[in-house]
Nanobody, 118 residues
Framework: VQLQASGGGLVQAGGSLRLSCAAS????????MGWFRQAPGKEREFAAS????????AYADSVKGRFTISRDNAKNTVYLQMNSLKPEDTAVYYC????????????WGQGTLVTVSS
């Protein structure tokens, strides 16, 4: 599985961005997809995840109500819509995939940088 994240950039506080992650895999719907982020000098942290068919989602408290994860299995793509961005959202955002309901993510994308200016 190869994952390619895109859509990062520079945005002012209060603005929006949509990240995309395209997967090179035959059966994308077999994978739970997640978004993680790593801010400068900090450890990588979970941001959001979405189940195989997109029915179940989960969010970190820090992004709940502002970020929305979605997927299009026909396009092998998962999205992260980020609204009301804050400077503390500045980070490299990574998409990840796993086949099992629980456990570690097995596949990771290369990351896309999001910078939120105050």
């Amino acid at each position: 599985v190869q994952l390619q994240a895109s859509g990062g950039g520079l945005v002012q506080a209060g603005g929006s961005l949509r990240l995309s992650c395209a997967a090179s895999v035959h059966t994308f719907s077999r994978y739970i997809m997640g978004w993680f982020r790593q801010a400068p000098g900090k450890e990588r942290e979970f941001a959001a995840s979405i189940s195989w068919a997109g029915i179940t989602t989960a969010y970190a408290d820090s992004v709940k109500g502002r970020f929305t994860i979605s997927r299009d299995n026909a396009k092998n793509t998962v999205y992260l819509q980020m609204n009301s961005l804050k400077p503390e959202d500045t980070a490299v955002y990574y998409c990840a995939a796993r086949e099992t309901a629980t456990g570690d993510y097995d596949f990771w994308g290369q990351g896309t940088l999001v910078t939120v200016s105050s």
